[in-house]
């Protein structure tokens, strides 16, 4: 069964950075996607960013585009979130997914597996 371990959360002030990681496990398959999404207080889940391992295609949303960079090594199958001038409203568990199948759900793929969350605060 594919598993997937977040770290790297955290506080931070606003403007500052943090990087998450995701490690993938339990799989074999070399053309796959990792989803980065975020639930903060108060809303629903959203997509933030993913990429696809098989070429390093990525997607950010327009919410965290040019501040956020999400990178893999597909080898590995670590993928980083690159997270820069952290504001208060990035405040939320962000999860890890994997998606392996193409679909329309968000960023062109369905995500069947999810990471337990890491906790990111911005304070002001």
């Known amino acids: 069964q594919v598993q997937l371990v977040e770290s790297g959360g955290g506080l931070v002030h606003s403007g500052g950075s943090l990087r998450l990681s995701c490690a993938a496990s339990?799989?074999?398959?070399?053309?796959?996607?990792i989803g980065w999404f975020r639930r903060a207080p108060g809303k629903e889940r959203e997509g933030v960013s993913r990429?696809?391992?098989?070429?390093?295609?990525?997607y950010y949303s327009d919410s965290v585009k040019g501040r956020f960079t999400i990178s893999g090594d597909n080898a590995k199958n670590i993928v980083w979130l690159q997270m820069n001038s952290l504001q208060p409203e990035d405040t939320a568990v962000y999860y890890c997914?994997?998606?392996?199948?193409?679909?329309?759900?968000?960023?062109?793929?369905?995500?069947?597996?999810w990471g337990q969350g890491t906790q990111v605060t911005v304070s002001s």
């Open positions: 339990g799989f074999t398959l070399d053309d796959y996607a």
């Open positions: 990429i696809r391992l098989s070429d390093g295609n990525t």
């Open positions: 997914a994997f998606g392996s199948r193409l679909g329309a759900m968000w960023a062109d793929y369905e995500y069947d597996y």
